[in-house]
């Protein structure tokens, strides 16, 4: 007989979607927050240590101040959201305030884990709440930023936080079963995906975007955020929040929603920094011998090996690398500007100090700072 993988998982993610956090968008659902808090306390019994990754800002700011649509002006989402983030957080704390749970905000930005810096920072403060026994309570922080670096969806970001704490589960609760062969919507003939590998292809095949006004992204980002998640070993559960005790009895080993696992080998932590930035500032293009050379043989980037380079980006920040026909092969962190790279490629390394006056590094990306796409 099968087995939760949170049966045995240590530190979890639990993602809750909009819909569910809202009551589809009428108002913060107290008894499911109330619900949910209780089964988090039981975890933490348990000896579990979790984090709660809550939508539901924008919902509720809409809702408390009497919208009956979402707003298409960025700006009033954003409003929205520093309305509906008070209201949030108030309730969490009072719910688990009745387990004698203390819970923190922690509101991210996509550049609070691109930049190496911040990302530690945020890392070693998570880890420290768990530490403390404290329930990080985490969303975007919507208000501040603007469309184009959005992680877009909490359930992204949901994986993007497994990666960063090194989590052995991601929970995603939402309004659905599961993944289902199709949206059960619109598919009443759809059947539940019980278990699956995470990054398979055909999982992506059967997964749409988002059912109702008040959710983002749909199943869709949730089947690419377990594949996020796998990249650091984490399996993946997709269940519905208003099921009874969904929690805790997954936690006992009963299957319940879609379970997904992780079948690839954890990516060591900083290569997995590489792997979860979103929004990349350039690219570099590559001969055929230096893809080969990076694909077969997990050799580092030679200046010689770039036909192109396209973007800005400084020393130091992560670009992609692309094979002749413009798709991504590899990413990493680059020894060298888009500047000096421009005046650098197709040459040796014994001419790189030539040509600049100085040399930092013999190599254009380090393979220790690479990651095969
Ligand atoms: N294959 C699928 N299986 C289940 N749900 C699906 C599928 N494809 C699309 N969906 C839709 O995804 C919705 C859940 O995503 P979303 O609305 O973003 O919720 P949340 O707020 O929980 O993130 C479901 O209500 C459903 O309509
Ligand atoms: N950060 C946004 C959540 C956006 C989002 O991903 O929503 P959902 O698809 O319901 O998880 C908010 O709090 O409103």
Redesign the pocket.
């Known amino acids: 007989m099968q087995t939760s993988i949170l049966a045995k998982a240590q530190r979890i993610v639990i993602?809750v979607?909009?819909?569910l956090v809202t009551n589809e968008g009428k108002g913060l659902d107290h008894a499911a927050l109330a619900r949910w808090a209780e089964e988090i306390a039981q975890l933490t019994k348990l000896g579990k240590q979790v984090v709660l990754v809550?939508?539901?800002?924008?919902?509720e700011g809409i809702a408390r101040l009497g919208w009956t649509q979402k707003p298409s002006a960025v700006h009033e989402k954003q409003a929205a959201?520093a309305v509906?983030?008070l209201g949030?957080c108030h309730a969490y704390e009072s719910a688990f305030r009745q387990h004698g749970l203390m819970c923190a905000q922690v509101l991210l930005t996509h550049e609070d884990l691109s930049d190496r810096t911040r990302y530690l920072n945020a890392r070693s403060t998570l880890l420290t709440l768990l530490q403390l026994g404290v329930i990080p309570i985490i969303?975007?922080n919507?208000s501040v930023v603007t469309a184009e670096i959005k992680f877009?969806?909490?359930?992204t970001?949901g994986a993007l936080v497994t990666n960063l704490i090194e989590g052995d589960a991601l929970v995603i609760l939402t309004d659905q079963t599961g993944l289902y062969t199709a949206d059960p919507r619109s598919n009443p003939t759809a059947t539940l995906v019980q278990t699956g590998v995470a990054g398979d292809a055909s999982l992506e095949v059967m997964a749409g975007g988002?059912g109702s006004s008040?959710?983002?992204?749909g199943m869709y980002?949730k089947i690419i955020a377990a594949k996020r998640a796998a990249r650091s070993g984490a399996a993946t559960i997709i269940a519905c929040g208003r099921e009874e005790q969904v929690l805790t009895r997954l936690a006992s080993g009963e299957m319940i929603g879609t379970q997904l696992s992780s079948v690839t080998c954890a990516l060591a932590a900083k290569k997995q920094w590489i792997a979860d930035h979103l929004q990349l500032k350039g690219s570099v293009t590559l001969d055929a011998g230096a893809v080969r050379a990076l694909t077969q043989s997990g050799s580092s980037l030679l200046p010689i090996g770039v036909l192109a380079v396209e973007g800005e980006f400084l020393r130091g920040e992560v670009v992609r690398c692309l094979n002749p026909d413009g798709l991504e092969v590899a990413r990493g962190l680059i020894n060298y500007s888009s500047q000096e790279t421009q005046r650098i490629l197709r040459q040796p390394t014994g001419q790189i100090e030539a040509v600049l006056g100085y040399i930092d590094e013999a190599e254009l990306i380090h393979r220790d700072n690479l990651v095969l796409c």
């Open positions: 993602k979607g909009s819909s809550s939508s539901g800002a924008i919902a959201a509906g983030q949030l969303n975007e919507d877009g969806d909490n359930d970001l988002a008040v959710g983002t992204g980002t």
